[in-house]
């Protein structure tokens, strides 16, 4: 069902066979979300179409939850750097979250059914 | 606040100086989850009394996302063969899960607030 986030959130994000990246992103949110919504669409949407990008999954209750999965550590590299998502990463850090952490992971193994 | 899942539902995991594993789970649950929510707090409790566990993130929506954190993949290899944890995984496969995705990631680098 499309939401706020995109039809994309209540998916199991479709991988290729490892090894691949996952950037896992966990967060607690601040009260006040102002601008919030509209940033992290955008950012889903960006995300997605930078290279090396293999898809996403992304749920929240007070917890937040967001895995990006990656071809390789160049492309996380590159989109950490990239100049939109900086911006967005300082509002999150000073604005949005209170608390975060970020991991950075090779899958080495997947299945599922 | 302590739910059903736990008093460390809605806390990011505090895990050691990589490198540690990471053991992502992603599901969509099917309309009869008689059951569940007991076995669901059972394994949490079980996992954490295991060899090599670290902690664990949980929040569902449509989609949930679990991921359990151990300090190697035999401690991984330990817990997926545990008799009890089995039953559970039968169960999740046969009547709780729709679809279901396990990615089994070396956490390289981590970082946050």
Known sequence: MPNKWGANKSLIATTPKPPYYAFIFCSHQNADLEGYAETA?????????????????????????????WSDLESIKQWKAHAEHRVAQKMGKSKWYSTYKTRIALVERDYGN
Do not use: C, H, K, N
Request: net charge negative; glycine share 14%.
């Open 41 to 69: 669409e955008r950012m889903l949407e960006l995300a997605a179409g930078q290279p090396g990008y293999l898809g996403v999954e992304s749920v929240r209750e007070d917890l937040g939850i967001t895995i990006s999965y």
